[in-house]
């Protein structure tokens, strides 16, 4: 299952400038979501988390019918994968610079049930 997040981040003018993120949701990457929730739950802390590289940062652009779409691949590099009780999302840095892309919550209860044998 392929997911689409939006993302942001200041360009060189300090806009939030959007851009979206391209995540191949395997059955391991949504039940290492889950586990990760579990922990958090079970520590009660914050977050948890782990260097990750399973998102795919890209620029934003628009097909020819005006839909968006993903755009050319940003060059990335400490992707870390962030979870808390109820949400999850990547942070890393444009390659060579301290530009912070960070992606949208999202609801780990969107995702499909990791124990499902259809998954």
Request: net charge negative.
């Amino acid at each position: 299952m392929k997911l689409i997040l939006e993302t942001s981040y200041r360009d060189v003018d300090l806009m939030e400038t959007p851009g979206l993120a391209v995540v191949d949701m395997t059955p391991e990457l949504i039940r290492r979501i889950y586990r990760f929730q579990r922990v958090v739950k079970h520590l009660d802390c914050y977050e948890v988390t782990e260097f990750n590289y399973m998102c795919e940062f890209t620029e934003w652009a628009e097909d020819g019918e005006g839909k968006t779409i993903p755009g050319e691949e940003l060059r990335t590099e400490c992707s870390i994968l962030h979870v808390g009780k109820t949400y999850f999302k990547w942070v890393c840095y444009v390659k060579h610079t301290d530009v912070s892309l960070t992606t949208e919550e999202t609801a780990i209860e969107e995702l499909p049930n990791p124990y499902d044998e259809e998954l």
